[in-house]
């Protein structure tokens, strides 16, 4: 589980988002992971899965800390544009899982490469 870094650019640049574009928001952040003990479905709205209210426990965090630590920091200055602005939450349920499938998420989910301006270069209308 990785802690928020309360100063950093990127983290600026979430809360810069939130706060001008919350409209985009959804587009521009990659979302949040969180891992759930399980994961039940309430009786209401029918039986299928795709839509109605879920009940998730013991839910840990272990992808999105920089998101959610920046939303609560513009919601702290700009709680009507936080109120605009939609992120995407996948929680995956760890239930009839193998012992090592979290540390695997978590792993997976927290080990991307560092981006620099050559990978834009797709997006140059001259490529």
Request: glycine share 6%.
């Amino acid at each position: 589980m990785r802690l928020f870094v309360k100063d950093s650019e990127v983290n600026e640049g979430i809360i810069n988002t939130v706060k001008k574009e919350p409209e985009k928001f959804w587009y521009y952040n990659n979302g949040i992971t969180a891992l759930c003990s399980s994961i039940r479905k309430k009786p209401m709205g029918g039986s299928g899965r795709d839509t109605g209210i879920f009940e998730c426990n013991d839910v840990k965090i272990v992808n999105g800390a920089q998101t959610v630590g920046s939303i609560a920091r513009a919601y702290q200055n700009f709680p009507e544009q936080v109120e605009k602005a939609r992120v995407h939450v996948r929680f995956i349920s760890l239930e009839n899982c193998p012992e090592e499938f979290a540390t695997e998420i978590t792993r997976f989910n927290n080990t991307q490469n560092r981006i620099d301006r050559r990978e834009f270069v797709a997006l140059d209308p001259e490529q």
